[in-house]
């Protein structure tokens, strides 16, 4: 959260309960958080803003987009080639993933 220039004050509070992410146990966030999260380069790109669940966990992912983020922008999602294809205001907006950055960033 510090990284982001956000402090506990920021947060909405939120009901959500997180089950299956450590086996056996349940998760309860500390809050809620908008955010805008964008897509593309600076001449080309879509904005929106998500609402985000923040976890006290220690993990490998900063962030995870669910189905509502994925519905919202209206991407489809390639998960064999680690492809994002999404609208944008001058045509189709591609997002490639990086295998070797993901592995290094865990």
């Not at 146990?25 to 669940?53: Q, T």
């Not at 962030?63 to 489809?76: E, I």
Request: net charge positive; proline share 8%; charged share 25%.
């Amino acid at each position: 959260m510090t990284k982001l220039g956000l402090e506990a004050k920021d947060l909405e509070p939120t009901r959500t309960v997180f089950r299956g992410i450590v086996p056996g146990l349940s998760c309860s966030p500390i809050g809620e958080v908008r955010l805008d999260v964008l897509f593309g380069g600076s001449s080309h790109f879509r904005r929106e803003p998500i609402w985000f669940e923040v976890v006290d966990l220690s993990s490998a992912y900063h962030a995870l987009l669910g189905r509502p983020a994925v519905t919202k922008f209206m991407a489809v999602p390639h998960y064999a080639y680690w492809k994002l294809k999404l609208p944008g205001p001058k045509g189709l907006i591609t997002i490639t993933g990086d295998y070797r950055k993901s592995t290094e960033c865990a």
